[in-house]
């Protein structure tokens, strides 16, 4: 059992963490298959609501991948991809939008609320947050065509910081609209990375499904916990960072070359991974900085 004096230094310990990240943006890429740990999901949640009142302002941009897949095999469609992105044609688009910015949004909103947080759920067609162009894909050099996917062009980040402003914690899914207000759908990596490069923010947290970069992705002993970008790129050419990472850690590069201090891939299955990341000097996941430096 922890004494109660235990439990006041526990708490003084994390004194410099707090004041580190006071008032300070940090975007959260809520991933789908970090969702589907119930007891994580819980306590995500918990940390984030700790996280607001201690000062810091969390931006949480969710997936919801799996719960796509679900709905769709329940109508009897089969989910399709194209190097990372799902093929959408118009009644996919529908699915994803009820998906995304129904049920796993306002689960998410609901979830914080319950906790005593205050959040409010956008997609990034409210408040022209996400403008969008069609995106076309390359697969061996041929221009696929993969529906309503978007290419993000712009970002308009005021109601972010409105929400921000009023305590309140945005919880974004990543659709997107095109000037004549067509809906598309993009992959919630990219729009994490855009809406942290864009907020300037502190940190860009991902929350997957493994610990962070593996140098060999079947054996969890592999974990890098701090890599620079020069390393990273060496990781990519020898083809060590692959599949669904490959997405993820490109769109890291891109918030760092767009201003980000830190990116962090953390496994959102773990409990209160995000505590342990902000508030521990070990960290957790992989921390990937823009030089070669110390993890802080
Ligand atoms: N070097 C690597 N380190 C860690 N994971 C890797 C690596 N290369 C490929 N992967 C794969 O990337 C996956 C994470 O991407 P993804 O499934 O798209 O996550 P999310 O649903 O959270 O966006 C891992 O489960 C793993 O299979
Ligand atoms: C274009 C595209 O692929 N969009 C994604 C959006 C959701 C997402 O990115 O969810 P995860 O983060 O859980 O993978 C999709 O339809 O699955």
Known sequence: MISNLDKAKILVKALPFIKKYHSKTIVIKYGGSAMVNPVAREQFIQDVVLMKYVGINPVIVHGGGPEINEMLQKIGKESKFVAGNRVTDEETMEIVEMVLSGKVNKGIVADINKYGG????????????????KKFVEVDG?????????EIKEINTEVIKLL???????????????????????????????????????RLVFLTDVDGILLDYHDKQTLIDEIDVKKVN????????????????????????????????????????MILELFTVEGAGTLIRKHENSKS
């Open 164 to 202: 921000e402003s009023n305590d309140v914690i945005p919880v974004i899914s990543s659709i997107g609209v095109d000037k004549n207000g067509q809906t598309y759908n993009i992959n919630a990596d990219y729009v994490a990375g855009a809406i942290a490069g864009k907020l300037q923010a502190d």
């Open 234 to 273: 060496d990781l990519i050419e020898r083809g060590i960072i692959s599949g669904g990472m490959l997405p993820k850690v490109m769109t890291c590069l891109n918030a760092i070359e767009n201003g980000v201090e830190n990116v962090v891939i953390l496994n959102g299955k773990l409990e209160h991974s």
């Open 142 to 150: 041929e221009k696929v065509d993969i529906g309503f996917v978007g």
């Open 118 to 133: 205050k959040a409010v759920g956008l997609s990034g067609k409210d408040g022209n947050m996400l403008f969008v162009e």
